[in-house]
């Protein structure tokens, strides 16, 4: 019961600029990714695409200016960010925030993209050539 109790109050800690949370239990490692808040810069690279601290190149990041609320998912690209920033937006995703500028206040979250959808061959026998 101990390792539940530590578990809840890992996840209802606050977030913080520190990347994924490890907790050690009896049955080995549990991963969960925390939220990042801080301040972010805007790159005038094209694309959307966002470089964080925390965040593994290759994956998506869900982006939230936290000033307008508006939240855009984008693919997380190698490279650091300007120092006291958590993260560098491409312009193309900071104009989808609807044009945030350099040092505004951001929400940035993992997000784990749905597979990929890939055609299948149909098995309907009225397909089949006779």
Known sequence: MK??????LILAAPSVAQGPVVAQGSR???RIAADVVGRA???QIPGMFVVARGFAAGGYAKVTALDSGR???VAVAD???APGMVAMLSADAA???DGVTAGFRVR???YRAPPPVTPQPSS???DAPA
């Open 124 to 126: 309907n026998s009225a």
């Open 79 to 81: 490279g650091e960010a």
């Open 3 to 8: 390792s539940l109790a530590s578990l809840f």
């Open 71 to 73: 939240t855009v998912v």
């Open 95 to 97: 104009a989808a925030l």
């Open 28 to 30: 080995g490692s549990l």
């Open 108 to 110: 940035l979250s993992p």
């Open 41 to 43: 810069d805007v790159g």
